[in-house]
């Protein structure tokens, strides 16, 4: 491997390596685990891509975003997720956040549970 050449573990660390995104991986992982394919930053090529969680079974895309997708992203993120909901004819949802804390942690979390029905796989 070159110097320069990053794995793939190294360029998702650095995409989404905020603590927040960690935290809703982790919780989302345990209770799901065994009774829901979820898969974790599942790249879709039309041009790149890649939401922090994709649920196949519910063709959901979600996507967390925090502080860092302000200003001129955010015009090309919506319009990379409208093609994905176009195109590929997924469901996507946008949970922002302002700042890591476990008040919005807990935030996102209900929100995730409303879209995927969560509870429902604790029995």
Same mark, same amino acid.
Do not use: C, W
């Given at each position: 491997m070159t110097k320069n050449k990053k794995t793939r573990e190294q360029i998702q660390e650095q995409m989404h390596g905020s603590n927040m995104h960690r935290r809703i991986f982790e919780e %989302? #992982?345990?209770?799901?685990? #065994?009774?829901?394919? %979820?898969?974790?930053d599942r790249e879709f090529i039309l041009e790149m891509t890649i939401p922090d969680l994709y649920f196949p079974r519910q063709r959901l895309a979600i996507y967390i975003d925090g502080p860092v997708h302000r200003g001129k992203q955010v015009e090309k993120d919506e319009e990379l997720r409208t093609m994905l909901e176009s195109k590929r004819k997924l469901n996507v949802a946008v949970l922002k956040y302002d700042s890591d804390t476990d008040g919005e942690f807990q935030r996102l979390m209900a929100e995730i549970q409303k879209l995927i029905d969560i509870e429902d796989l604790r029995k």
């Amino acid at each position: 491997m070159t110097k320069n050449k990053k794995t793939r573990e190294q360029i998702q660390e650095q995409m989404h390596g905020s603590n927040m995104h960690r935290r809703i991986f982790e919780e %989302v #992982g345990r209770i799901a685990s #065994g009774n829901m394919p %979820v898969y974790f930053d599942r790249e879709f090529i039309l041009e790149m891509t890649i939401p922090d969680l994709y649920f196949p079974r519910q063709r959901l895309a979600i996507y967390i975003d925090g502080p860092v997708h302000r200003g001129k992203q955010v015009e090309k993120d919506e319009e990379l997720r409208t093609m994905l909901e176009s195109k590929r004819k997924l469901n996507v949802a946008v949970l922002k956040y302002d700042s890591d804390t476990d008040g919005e942690f807990q935030r996102l979390m209900a929100e995730i549970q409303k879209l995927i029905d969560i509870e429902d796989l604790r029995k």
